[in-house]
């Protein structure tokens, strides 16, 4: 990991470095979560269901590192997708910087830890089940924005 510089995250994502633009992730895990979209509207409906190499009891990637080999569709956020893929969470810092807005309170960063977010329910750990046991999808659709703590 590169140096990081003192409050990286109240730069424009477009200055961020490699080091400080992986370190912006959350790790909440919304984005490993497959998604339906409505045919008639173009809706996205969002599901628990979590991509086959993601641990559902820490939401991280099993193998970060070689995921591609295993999950070829998984998404490498960039900038330019940061502002054209509509399914972000509200709570994506990704999200929040490209539109201007600050982290939310719990964020790591500003915390020092993930368990502030934990504990705002913003993170995906232990409520979500792999697509490996998930069975029809249309089965596990939820709506996030119920749990606490998704929009600060
Ligand atoms: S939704 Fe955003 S902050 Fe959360 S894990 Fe995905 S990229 Fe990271
Ligand atoms: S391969 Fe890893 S990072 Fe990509 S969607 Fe699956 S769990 Fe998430």
Known sequence: MGELRDRFWELPLAELSRAEWEALCDGCGRCCLHKLEDEETGEIIDTNVACKLLDTETAQCCDYRHRKAFVPDCLRLTLKLVETVPWL???????????GRPLPGWHHL???SREAMVRAGASIAGKVVSEEDAGPIEHHI?????IEGQDR
């Open 142 to 146: 939820v709506d996030w924005g119920d």
């Open 89 to 99: 969470p509200e709570t994506c810092a990704y999200r929040r910087r490209a539109e």
């Open 110 to 112: 500003l915390t020092g």
